[in-house]
C-alpha cells in the first residue's frame, strides 16, 4: 500500500522585517472585500466551516473554485497592494485547524465547497494508461486541491488502483494533505506524491513541481500561507478491486473503533519518536480532564473534543495545560500538530513566537516521527 517518497526539513522563512499592523490589515482586508464585490463575504463565520465547529469568523473569504479563480485573486491582491500583507489563510474540510474566537483578520480563501468544480476533480487513468494495465503497474492519479482524501481514496480502489487506500480515514482535502503530509496507516502524501501545481497568491502566475520542492517531513511542508495547491498528482499501481476494498473497510473499522466522533481535529500533537503522544497523554493521568468547554477524548487521549458551542480558547488552554503536565511528568515536550489560527499571541502557550509550538522558539524536545496517525498507539 506504499510507495517510496522524498522527505527532508523545510528551511527556515524569512520574517518580514515591517510586517503590517492591525489597521493595515482591517483597511486591507475592506478593500479586497469591496473589489470582490459579491464573490466575498465580509464577516464569514469561520468556525462552523472547520471540524473543531468552534471560533470566531473572517474579516473576508472567499470560494474559489477553479484556478482561473486564483489567478483572478493574484490580481486583485496584486493591484491592491495586499500581495503579502494581508495575512491569507487557505482552507480545505478545516480538519486540522483551531480558529481562535476572535476570528482570522486577513483574507480566507475556501477549496472544496462545491463538489465537482474543477479544484475537486479527480482524474484517473483509463486502462492501459501508464504503461502495460497488468496488476503492479505505476499509474498516475491527479487530484485538485480541493477533492476530498476519502473520496479520493475510494475512487482509487474502484478503478482498481492501489497506493492511496490510507486516505480514506482522513477527513481533509488533497491541498490539506499535501500542506500537512497528512498520513497513516503506514503511508503518507510524501510517499505517494509525484508531482503538484499551485498559485502563489502573493506571487505572479502558477508553477508545477516535484515534492523536493516542498521538504515535506513528518506532519510538516515548505508551502507558505498564501500557496494554494491547486491539484496534486499521485503514484498509484494497478491492483485488486476486492482487496482495496478490503483494506478501505479494515481501515474505517479501525477508526470507529479508535478515534472518537464529535468535534475534532485529529491528533492534537505529533508523535514523538519511537512513542505515542496519546499514551503519554494518558500515562500522565489527562484521559478524560475537561477545561471548561474542550475536553481530552476518554476514547483517544491524543483527541481534544470540544462541546457543541465551545470555546476555542478553551481548547487552546486545555492544549496548552496537556503539554505542560505531559513535559512536567514525562520529561516529553510535545509538538501540536493542530494549526492555531488568529490567536494573539500565538502560540499553544500565547507565546508570541509565531511557529505555533508554544515554546518561544526553542525547538520541542525529542520532536520527530514515529508511528503515524491512523495506527494503533
Ligand atoms: C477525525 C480526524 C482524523 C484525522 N486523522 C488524520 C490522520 O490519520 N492523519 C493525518 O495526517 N491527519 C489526520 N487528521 C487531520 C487532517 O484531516 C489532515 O491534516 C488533513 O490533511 C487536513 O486537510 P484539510 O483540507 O482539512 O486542511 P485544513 O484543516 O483546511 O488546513 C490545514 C492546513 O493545510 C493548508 N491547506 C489546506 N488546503 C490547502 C491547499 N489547497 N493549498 C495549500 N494549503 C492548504 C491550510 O492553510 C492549513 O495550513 C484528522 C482529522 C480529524 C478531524
Excluded at 50 to 63: L, N
Excluded at 234 to 248: H, I, K, M
Excluded at 287 to 294: D, V, W
Excluded at 320 to 346: M, Q
Amino acid at each position: 500500500m506504499t510507495c517510496p517518497g522524498p522527505a527532508g526539513p523545510a528551511p527556515a522563512r524569512p520574517v518580514a522585517a515591517d510586517a503590517p499592523g492591525p489597521a493595515e490589515v482591517a483597511a486591507l482586508a475592506v478593500a479586497v472585500a469591496e473589489r470582490l464585490g459579491p464573490a466575498a463575504r465580509s464577516a464569514a463565520p469561520l468556525g462552523p466551516l472547520t471540524t473543531y465547529r468552534v471560533g470566531g469568523v473572517a474579516a473576508v473569504m472567499v470560494d474559489v473554485a477553479s484556478e482561473e479563480d486564483l489567478l483572478g485573486l493574484q490580481r486583485v491582491l496584486g493591484e491592491l497592494g495586499a500581495a503579502g500583507r494581508l495575512p491569507v489563510l487557505v482552507l480545505g474540510k478545516g480538519s486540522n485547524v483551531l480558529v481562535a474566537d476572535a476570528g482570522f483578520p486577513g483574507l480566507v480563501v475556501r477549496l472544496g465547497a462545491q463538489p465537482g468544480d474543477q479544484l475537486s476533480a479527480i482524474t484517473l487513468p483509463a486502462a492501459g494508461d501508464g504503461g502495460p494495465g497488468g496488476e503492479g503497474a505505476s499509474v498516475r492519479v491527479r487530484a485538485g486541491g480541493g477533492a476530498g482524501l476519502p473520496v479520493l481514496a475510494r475512487r482509487s480502489v474502484e478503478a482498481g488502483l492501489t497506493g492511496l487506500e490510507w486516505a480514506v480515514g482522513i477527513p481533509g482535502t488533497v491541498g490539506g494533505a499535501v500542506a500537512m503530509n497528512a498520513g497513516g496507516h503506514g503511508s503518507d502524501t510524501a510517499a505517494c506524491l509525484a508531482r503538484f501545481r499551485l498559485v502563489d497568491l502573493a506571487g505572479e502566475g502558477a508553477v508545477e513541481d516535484g515534492p523536493e520542492r516542498l521538504h515535506l517531513g513528518y506532519r510538516t511542508s515548505a508551502l507558505g500561507p498564501a500557496e494554494v495547491v491547486v491539484w496534486a498528482e499521485f503514484a498509484a499501481r494497478r491492483g485488486d478491486p476486492a482487496v482495496g476494498r478490503a483494506t478501505l473497510s479494515d481501515i474505517v473499522r479501525w477508526r470507529r473503533e479508535h478515534q472518537p466522533g464529535g468535534s475534532n481535529a485529529g491528533s492534537v500533537f505529533t508523535n514523538p519518536p519511537g512513542d505515542s503522544a496519546g499514551r503519554l497523554v494518558d500515562a500522565s493521568g489527562l484521559k478524560g480532564f475537561r477545561l471548561g468547554s474542550a475536553r481530552v477524548s476518554e476514547k483517544h487521549a491524543n483527541f481534544i473534543q470540544a462541546d457543541n458551542g465551545g470555546s476555542a480558547d478553551d481548547v487552546r488552554a486545555l492544549m496548552a495545560h496537556v503539554r505542560r503536565v505531559v513535559a512536567e511528568v514525562t520529561g516529553v515536550v510535545l509538538r501540536p500538530e493542530v494549526k492555531l489560527i488568529g490567536f494573539t499571541p500565538d502560540g499553544i502557550d500565547g507565546d508570541g513566537d509565531g511557529d505555533g509550538d508554544g515554546d518561544g522558539g526553542a525547538q520541542a524536545g525529542r520532536a520527530g516521527p514515529a508511528t503515524s496517525k491512523g495506527e494503533p498507539a
